[in-house]
């Protein structure tokens, strides 16, 4: 005699289906808000790398007399490359939180919302930066000791510096394992970005301008492969659309 299990019992002991892979939507059927995400996503850390090295080149940020040099060697640099980088960690901001809608969206993971009050501190405080040294042009036109005023405000600017790159830290990471558990890049590309925030988050604890460099081709390198994600991967929402 042969015992009918209940369709549920039955349901239990049957194989979980293959999981289906990604698909790939065409570029063109990306919205446009899809590809503002994208754009801002791209072109962000880029448009930092750009202000960085347009900045006057310093060895040493700690090595107060060769940036007062380099404040006076030329002014009018000196104020756009800061106002660049002011403008630059605001598009980062957006960038992060564009990654972070693209993942939730995606069901991804949840992670990386748990990131965004960090990168939001962290930019405010990496804002203050730039608008120091800027504040250094005005002692200079008032005929003051540059290199005295940079001595003197030390004591705050190196703080606000650390404060700054340590909460960063903190987000970049909840970011890192978020898109490590996500499924949207390669295993390869995934660790390469993975590893790519990890050492954009490093380098901001490296009082050296190669460090600002290095910083900021890995954030490059960190989330152009994202951009590119958001346009040839279609969220939930819109394959739904397509």
Request: glycine share 8%; with cysteine; hydrophobic share 55%.
């Amino acid at each position: 005699m042969t015992m009918r299990l209940p369709e549920t019992e039955r349901q239990k002991h049957l194989p979980a289906p293959p999981e289906a892979p990604r698909t790939t939507a065409p570029i063109g059927r990306a919205s446009p808000r899809e590809l503002a995400r994208a754009a801002v996503t791209g072109l962000s850390p880029s448009v930092l790398l750009i202000a960085l090295v347009y900045h006057p080149h310093l060895d040493d940020l700690r090595d107060k007399g060769t940036v007062a040099a380099a404040l006076t060697a030329d002014t009018t640099r000196w104020g756009i490359a800061h106002l660049m980088v002011g403008l630059a960690a605001a598009l980062l901001l957006l960038a992060f939180l564009s990654v972070d809608a693209f993942l939730r969206e995606d069901g991804s993971s949840e992670i990386s919302a748990a990131g965004v009050p960090f990168i939001v501190i962290a930019t405010v405080l990496f804002a203050f930066l730039p608008a120091m040294e800027i504040a250094m042009l005005g002692a200079y036109g008032a005929g003051v000791d540059v290199e005295e005023v940079m001595v003197q405000m030390n004591p705050w600017f190196q703080p606000i510096l650390l404060a700054g790159a340590a909460v960063f830290a903190v987000g970049v990471a909840c970011f890192a394992v978020a898109v490590a558990r996500s499924r949207m890049l390669g295993k390869r590309l995934t660790w390469l970005v993975v590893a790519a925030l990890v050492v954009a988050a490093l380098s901001r604890f490296v009082p050296l301008g190669a460090g600002l460099y290095v910083g900021g081709v890995a954030l490059v390198v960190a989330l152009l492969p994202i951009a590119v994600a958001m346009v040839a991967h279609p969220t939930p929402d819109q394959r739904q659309r397509g």
